[in-house]
């Protein structure tokens, strides 16, 4: 899940949660009360093309900037002044179709253009490690923002001298995140389609899904944690779905966030029981975790098909030990995961999950840094936004190079508009690569596949199964 500073997920990101009745929605912006009618500017959309840089004076990051409506589409003839501030050692050089582009006085952090429609801000970046926040502002709209974060990534150390070769995935995944579904039945929600009650995994089975991915987090419950008193998405309620899951003859996918509350790029702070711990307390800490939650559901007879060792991991995870700052000790923490994995359950396959399905420089700079510390992992998971992820093209592009230059397979690990174009492009993927896709959420969020009343609608009875005939020769 994806929200900026603004509040998108995670880097360019966070994933800002709306849900009726305040269920919180990842990778949503805040929009107004009352939003402009289509056709008329509402916000300012930020898209960076890469929110990891090196902090050598000379890198480079382009950054899109467009005026959306409130569906989010660009409006091209809109003409506005935007100033654009920065916080940190970063400025800009160059600001490609905008008129008037000036320094304001007394600062060197605040500039403005006048923009039509959208433009693009060329950023460089300074020799500081640490944290640049961007951020465009014009009256009367929603500002945008992202958050980069600088490094100096130093001289690679391996977490082991192993070969590994890649699992492959068994057959093509058509699947959704639905870690939600307890908490919906536990406000009365009742699924149904077309007038006929059923349970919303059965429904979602015959329809054309097939896998079905539940995020976890250590102690949910706590009074900072992401379900205080209630623990939604702690380790029984993980093994009640997994139960459920495995029951409809799905596959199941297990999400570790390794903190109590949400986890992206922007925020990976650890579980309040590993604070104060030293490093090797830490990895000690995050391998037993997972050994536990593998073994317990293991034990029950719901040992995951697959395991995302973090969550949108391109700014890394486990704060601060292993910020993307910290290659290193990054590296080392997801081994201890993906050791703790392959030992209780070899045939689980391992997702490392990136937040950067757009952005092909900062994921190949993600990606080799692993491959040089000879991290062992299986699939490469991308989540796609396309307000923080580009466009279509740009998952294309990205997806086809992931898959030429990694031994792994490639797949979209979360996504939910442009549900054709994206699963078109997911299963398409060349060299062999492809996997599919999970879509985030889709019962209660964006664009569901049921109503808020819990009435499936035609993304479940049309959308999804010509997706799974075309896809999986279903």
Known sequence: MLRQITTPVKTCLVFAFLLLNAISFAHAQRRPRRAAPAGTPNEIQVTPYKTTMLANGNDEVLISVKLIDSKGDTVPGAKRLVEFHIKGDARIVKVNNAQGFETLPHTDSTSQANIRGGCQVILRVGRTRGNIIFKATADTLWPGSTEIHTVQPGIAHVVTRDKYVPKRVNGKILGADISFLPELENRGIKFSDKGVPGDAIQLMKAH?????????????????????????CDLEHTKQMAKRIKAAGMKFLLDFHYSDYWADPQQQNKPAAWVGEDFTALKKSLYDYTTNVMQQLKAQGT???????????????????????????????????????????????????????????????????????????????????????????????????????????????????????VNDIAFSVPNGKAVGSFIWEPLSTWEGIFDRSGKANDYLDVVYPEIAKKHLGD
């Not at 054309?208 to 008193?229: D, H, Q, T, V």
């Open 303 to 421: 040992a995951p098909d697959m395991v995302q060792v973090g969550n949108e991991i391109n700014h890394g995870m486990v704060w601060p030990e292993g910020g993307i700052n910290n290659l290193d000790s990054l590296a080392q923490l997801i081994y201890q995961g993906v050791k703790a994995v392959k030992a209780v359950s070899p045939s689980t396959v391992v997702m490392l999950h990136i937040a950067l399905g757009g952005q092909n420089a900062e994921a190949r700079f993600f990606l080799d840094n692993m491959a040089k510390r000879n991290v062992p992992f299986d699939v490469i998971g991308l989540s796609y936004y396309p307000k923080w992820h580009g466009t279509l093209t740009d998952l294309k592009n990205n997806m086809a190079d992931l898959s030429a230059r990694y031994k792994q397979q490639v797949m979209v690990a979360e996504y939910s508009q442009l549900k054709r174009e």
């Open 208 to 232: 054309g899904f097939n896998y079905i991915r539940l995020r976890i987090f250590n102690e949910p419950a706590n009074p900072k944690g992401y379900s205080p008193k209630q623990g939604f």
